[in-house]
């Protein structure tokens, strides 16, 4: 079916594509019948979109996005855009395209497409596609604050609760835009739109009075206002690092009792994560008077705490124990910011959980979809141990003693093997048995009449937390009430040191427990497994086995690490 009177708008760009998108149709529907992307921007949903197109079509506008070299071209020559429109070049999916020159010479692709009668509409104020119109052949409208701009930005304002209003010139005249959109980085896509009904010879009075009722699309800046009167403004499509300023200047230029910062994964990033979570960190506490990170590497973000008692940082190491926290502090009049990547977090299970319980609080789930457009949001997951949904922490959890190991059985005498030593001895010596699990063995004692869960991770020691963390969510464990055993190469062999909190000293099993529970305040009981004057790297020996001379030696560090769990455990069971 030809569609020759149809007009096609391709929109790319690191941030702003959906709301552009959506902008834009709302533009061009006042002018004739639109198809629009309304899906994940994929080559299969561009496929999808053009299928639904029709003859009766006056235009089509498709989201087109880039993830590395190469991936556009199939999108580009399907589409064959009239209009290619460019937001701005960021660095998402930088990994994957190595440099910015290469992911601004991927989305290039979408302009150098046009046809001779096509038109660029694109962002003057970024260097890398300023580049891109230089090299244009094709009708150019630039957009921007910048002196050379078609569609100039003179100003824009975004104070919560008032929403973006811009003010924009055209030659010279000067015009007022108001939108329903929060915080002035939005102005881009608002540019975007405007920059397509010039493009289409839309009078701009007509397309500023279509922009007036149009909404934010779910998770970019989108405000939810609860019956408790607590505001969230979600912004949690996606969080990559070079994105995170836009959304604190909107939290530090809003007016709200509180302002709540709640952090979950961040992406595209490099360096160590350790650093990179502090450091944002530090910056997001000098904008909001309460932070909140969410997920595995919630526990670097802690590092910027000034000390101990610092309340004003907490860190969660998943969703469900946020919530709870959360539904707890939260009051009218705060205005809750909410950064994070759907995908990674999930974060607007938060939201939704306060006007009805949840039942899925996964921590790990690869579906593309917002939560509440999940059918499994609200279902039970009784009777599947790998989706239970983890319970509200509680003063009566279940303490649970972990062994780091390696569960190979060659590797049952070697040095990195004593935490599963030591269970093996307070299992044996309290006549208890080991059952296989999906996480590994487990096994449960008494002490004073309570019961003290027992568990033997079976993964390879780097491997060790995600099976801690799959436990504790199916048996509604609380990582506080964890006890862990490992080895350490820092100690002479024979010696026994409890240590309440900290990092993960080198030691592999140790960082991947960390890593997964988000947290660093687990305390541990150390086995020193370094013999007297061996000075070589750790590595070289963790998996040597003992001699039969020091078979003693390691008996009785067996026996003193097993009445130091006994002392640790008795005093966590008279705490609650």
Known sequence: MRLDQTTFIGITGSAGKTTATDLAAAILYDTGPCQQTREYNALDSVIRLLLS??????????????????TLDLSVRVFNPDVAVITLIGRDHYSAFKNMEAIAA????????????????????????????????RKLIRFGENAGADLRLIDARSCWPEPLTLRVAVGSEIYEVRTQLHGVHMATPVLAALGVALAEDIPLDKAITALKHVQPPDGRMQAVTGDDGVVFVRDDWKAPVWSLDAPLRFLKDARADRRVAVVGTLSHQSGKDAEKYKKFCLKVREIADLVVFVGPHAHHA???????????IQGFPNIRHAATFL?????????????????????????????????????????????????????????????????PCTGSAVPVVVGLGNPVASLRDTAHNVGHRVLDSLARDAGIPWKEAPEGWVS????????????????????????????????????????????????????????????????RGMRSVISALGTGGIPRVRLGIRRRGDKTKARRFVLSKFSSAEGAILSRMIGKASGTLKERLQSLLEDE
Not at 302 to 312: G, H, I, M, V, Y
Not at 360 to 369: A, E, I, Q, S
């Open 302 to 312: 802690l590092r910027a705490r000034k000390t101990k008692e610092d309340d004003t």
């Open 444 to 507: 449960s004692m008494m002490l004073r009449g309570k019961t003290i869960r027992l568990l033997k991770p079976g993964s390879a020691m780097n491997g060790n937390g995600v099976m801690v963390r799959r436990f504790l969510e199916r048996t509604g464990g609380d990582p506080q009430h964890c006890v862990i055993v490992h080895d350490d190469a820092d100690l002479l062999l024979g010696e026994v040191r409890f240590k309440f909190e900290g990092g993960d000293a080198g030691h």
């Open 106 to 137: 991927e989305k290039e692709k979408v302009v150098s497409a046009l046809p001779p009668g096509g038109t660029a509409v694109l962002n003057i104020d970024d260097p890398l596609v300023r580049r891109i119109g230089e090299r244009c052949s």
């Open 327 to 391: 539904d707890t502090v939260l009051r009218k009049g705060d205005l809750v910011l909410l950064k994070g990547s759907h995908k990674a977090d999930h974060l607007v299970r938060l939201i939704l959980n306060r006007s009805r319980p949840i039942q899925c609080w996964r921590d790990h789930c690869d579906k593309v979809l917002f939560c509440d457009a999940c059918p499994m949001l609200y279902q039970s997951f009784e009777g599947n141990p790998f989706e239970t949904p983890m319970v």
């Open 53 to 70: 197109t029709g003859r009766a079509d006056r235009y089509c506008i498709a989201e087109l996005a880039a993830t590395g070299p190469g």
